[in-house]
T-cell receptor, first 115, second 108 residues
């Protein structure tokens, strides 16, 4: 299957700082990538859809100024959590589609802890 | 009705047992259906796609019932290594939407 690499896998940061998470499709071009957040014992919740070369589409309730998404190339999307707070501590996962309607390939996820 | 609903479990079953999970969905326009497996603190990994005619992969059988809007996953001869959370997912004119997952514990 296709490979999606997400980095870092784990990060601890102080309140008020910003954290950037990278998501790369290693062996295919992904025009669309998705960013999810998962709290303990909860489902994956879609945060935003990232389209190469255009602005991301955010789900209701997700602050676009707090969660900055950049999809500058067909193989890289980044999520920046700005001015992080402890309540932003979560498991963030990206996924990418090879083509519409196909299975989604996931990155390894990033466990963010804000202290 | 929630977009995707799953019984959270946990399902505690002995080794060798057969266990089945259901997942109901509300969007009748959904076109693609999947079962994912997620281990603790890991990313979801595709277990199998679900086709209209039903499909089988070893000990795993997936079925789709469009009329009643649910998909199912059957695991036969459960192994200890099957312990995980099983997420159903579907897509159509929207990005992939996940259920909350059903936790399975296979006990020796």
């Amino acid at each position: 299957g296709a490979v999606v690499s997400q980095h870092p896998s784990r990060v601890i940061c102080k309140s008020g700082t910003s954290v950037k998470i990278e998501c790369r499709s290693l062996d295919f071009q992904a025009t669309t990538m998705f960013w999810y957040r998962q709290f303990p014992k909860q489902s994956l919740m879609l945060m935003a859809t990232s389209n190469e070369g255009s602005k991301a589409t955010y789900e209701q309730g997700v602050e676009k100024d707090k969660f900055l998404i950049n999809h500058a190339s067909l193989t890289l999307s980044t999520l920046t959590v700005t001015s992080a707070h402890p309540e932003d501590s979560s498991f963030y996962i990206c996924s990418a589609l090879q083509y519409r309607g196909a299975e989604a390939f996931f990155g390894q996820g990033t466990r963010l802890t804000v202290v | 009705r929630k977009e995707v609903e799953q019984d959270p479990g946990p399902f505690n079953v002995p080794e060798g047992a057969t266990v089945a999970f259901n997942c109901t969905y509300s969007n009748s326009a959904s076109q693609s259906f999947f079962w994912y497996r997620q281990d603790c603190r890991k990313e979801p990994k595709l277990l199998m796609s679900v086709y209209s005619s039903g499909n089988e992969d070893g000990r795993f059988t997936a079925q789709l019932n469009r009329a009643s809007q649910y998909i199912s996953l059957l695991i036969r001869d459960s192994k200890l290594s099957d312990s995980a959370t099983y997420l159903c997912a579907l897509s159509g004119n929207t990005p992939l939407v996940f259920g909350k997952g059903t936790r399975l514990s296979v006990i020796a």
